[in-house]
Each structure stands twice: as C-alpha cells, then as structure tokens.
C-alpha cells in the first residue's frame, strides 16, 4: 500500500494531473491516508478551491466505502518520529515541513510504505530517509 499526502486526495477530487495516478494507487492495491492529511485534503479542496462540502464528500466518501482508501491514525511513536523528522530536516525557505507532511513520512517509516506526493520537500527528505516515493504530478504537471 501506499500512503497518500494530502495533495494527491485533493488531485483526486479535482481532476488534477495527479487523479489519474492517484486513482490507479487506490484501485490496484489501495491506499491509505493519515487522518491528518485527510483533514487537510478536505480543508483545501472546500477553502482554497471552493469544492462545496457535499462534492468533496461526494468524492471521497466511496473510496472508504469499498476499501481503496483506509485511513491511519496518529499515536504516540508517529508523533515522536515526526517531530524528530522536523527537527533534523525542516528549512523555512529549502524545506517547509509541516507537521501534517511529517506525520506521513513517521507512518511511512514505521510501517515501510511508500509515499505518493507531488511536494518536493516531503520527497527529499523521503529519499534522505529511505523511504519508496510515488511522484505525483502538481497542479501544472510538472513531477517533483
């Protein structure tokens, strides 16, 4: 499985460049999201795109109905990683790290799995790391 950031969810529900890819991950072996990025997916997609709520539901709902989307959740051992991935890899202007992007890399870590982004400081430091990287396309199209 791979996890998914919260990009690649906001791709999916816009039709991005990324939805292609991000579907395929979900239909062939499923994909998993921490809650975090879940949040942030759905915040994005309704504030930053204006995506009314019942849309973004609309879209996202089914992939945890039929299982091609489960979600991960947080607990002590992730939080501790993530922010000692903070620590040692966060630059305000080389790599701006938020705690979300963190998170996913601590899960990706502790449970060996692959990421799928298109943010170019999450896969930096997911190669530094050791850590399988799924390029996504951004919005222009243009791979990290």
């Known amino acids: ?5 919260a ?7 816009l039709d991005d460049p990324a939805a292609r890819i991000v579907e395929k991950l979900l239909r ?11 949040a942030e997916a759905i915040d994005v997609s309704q504030r930053v795109h204006h ?5 973004v539901r609309a ?3 089914p992939l945890f109905l ?7 959740v947080s607990d002590e051992p992730e939080a501790w ?20 992007d963190c998170l996913l890399l601590a899960h990706a870590l502790i449970e060996s799995e692959a990421v799928a982004t298109a943010d170019p400081p999450v896969v930096k430091v997911a190669r530094d790391e050791g850590i399988g990287v799924v390029r996504l396309p951004d ?3 243009k791979l990290p």
């Open 1 to 5: 499985m791979t996890l998914l950031d």
């Open 7 to 13: 990009y690649g969810l906001v791709a999916f529900v």
């Open 28 to 38: 062939e072996d499923g994909s998993r999201i921490v809650i975090a990025n879940l």
């Open 51 to 55: 995506v009314p709520s019942e849309e």
């Open 59 to 61: 879209a996202i709902e």
């Open 66 to 72: 039929d299982g091609s989307l489960t979600t991960v």
């Open 81 to 100: 990683l993530a922010a000692d991935l903070r620590v040692r890899h966060y630059d305000r202007r080389a790599r701006a790290l938020s705690l979300a």
């Open 139 to 141: 919005s222009a199209g």
